[in-house]
């Protein structure tokens, strides 16, 4: 399996090309910016992108979505409740990130579900609180983890739907129980390293003390 973690647009978003190179398929977590960036490592690597994955929401993890999907074909996932997000976004609010509203999505996963591309299978791990749709993405060795956990911090929860309370549990309950040595992949690039591991954010982030 290829994971490629890249850096893209203004807040330190990491977006994350994923590909199973024995059948040439890929997919993308939060093509926020930097679309040609993405699409050269994924020619480089012989991937055809088939879908695009969204932790959450938020125009700045989402604001690449129209151009990856124009120039591949494919398909937007994202969990039901952040689902109408996509295409509600207030003009005032793209027009701040610089970005054009994506288009509705594709497919609505939930909870427990499977995106499968080629060989690689990502399991949908529903953890809201950053926002009600929020979700997190576990592949054995690996969990991508959006705006939910952060290295050494957790996402804000200031924001329409969210909790702080609604997602210290999902991250208690359905993250830290994963196994220690599970890499912590972000959505950002906030923290001391560009990603953790479960067992180190058990000890360490002062959000789980």
């Given at each position: 399996m290829l994971i490629?973690?890249?850096?893209?647009?203004?807040?330190?978003?990491?977006?994350?090309?994923?590909?199973?190179?024995?059948t040439g398929t890929g997919l993308v977590i939060d093509p926020a910016?930097?679309?040609?960036?993405?699409?050269?490592?994924?020619?480089?690597n012989h991937l055809v992108i088939k879908y695009i994955v969204n932790t959450h929401g938020h125009v700045d993890h989402t604001s690449g979505n129209v151009e990856m999907k124009q120039k591949t074909g494919a398909q937007i996932v994202i969990h039901e409740?952040?689902?109408?997000?996509?295409?509600?976004?207030?003009?005032?609010?793209?027009?701040?990130?610089?970005?054009?509203?994506?288009?509705?999505?594709?497919?609505?996963?939930?909870?427990?579900?499977?995106?499968?591309?080629?060989g690689l299978s990502l399991k949908v791990i529903h953890t809201p609180?950053?926002?009600?749709?929020?979700?997190?993405?576990?592949?054995?060795?690996?969990?991508?983890?959006?705006?939910?956990?952060?290295?050494?911090?957790?996402g804000r929860t200031d924001l329409p739907g969210g909790s702080a309370h609604v997602m210290l549990r999902a991250i208690r309950e359905k993250l830290l129980v994963l196994p220690e040595d599970t890499l912590v992949m972000?959505?950002?690039?906030?923290?001391?390293t560009p990603h953790s591991t479960i067992g180190h954010e058990k000890r360490t982030n002062p959000f789980l003390l």
């Amino acid at each position: 399996m290829l994971i490629k973690q890249m850096q893209v647009g203004f807040m330190a978003v990491f977006a994350y090309l994923l590909g199973d190179p024995e059948t040439g398929t890929g997919l993308v977590i939060d093509p926020a910016a930097n679309v040609d960036g993405i699409l050269a490592e994924a020619s480089k690597n012989h991937l055809v992108i088939k879908y695009i994955v969204n932790t959450h929401g938020h125009v700045d993890h989402t604001s690449g979505n129209v151009e990856m999907k124009q120039k591949t074909g494919a398909q937007i996932v994202i969990h039901e409740d952040d689902a109408e997000m996509l295409v509600a976004t207030p003009a005032m609010i793209l027009k701040m990130f610089g970005a054009r509203k994506s288009p509705a999505a594709d497919i609505a996963v939930r909870d427990g579900q499977e995106i499968k591309a080629g060989g690689l299978s990502l399991k949908v791990i529903h953890t809201p609180g950053h926002s009600p749709g929020g979700i997190s993405l576990y592949t054995e060795g690996y969990v991508f983890t959006g705006d939910t956990l952060f290295v050494g911090a957790v996402g804000r929860t200031d924001l329409p739907g969210g909790s702080a309370h609604v997602m210290l549990r999902a991250i208690r309950e359905k993250l830290l129980v994963l196994p220690e040595d599970t890499l912590v992949m972000p959505g950002h690039n906030y923290g001391a390293t560009p990603h953790s591991t479960i067992g180190h954010e058990k000890r360490t982030n002062p959000f789980l003390l």
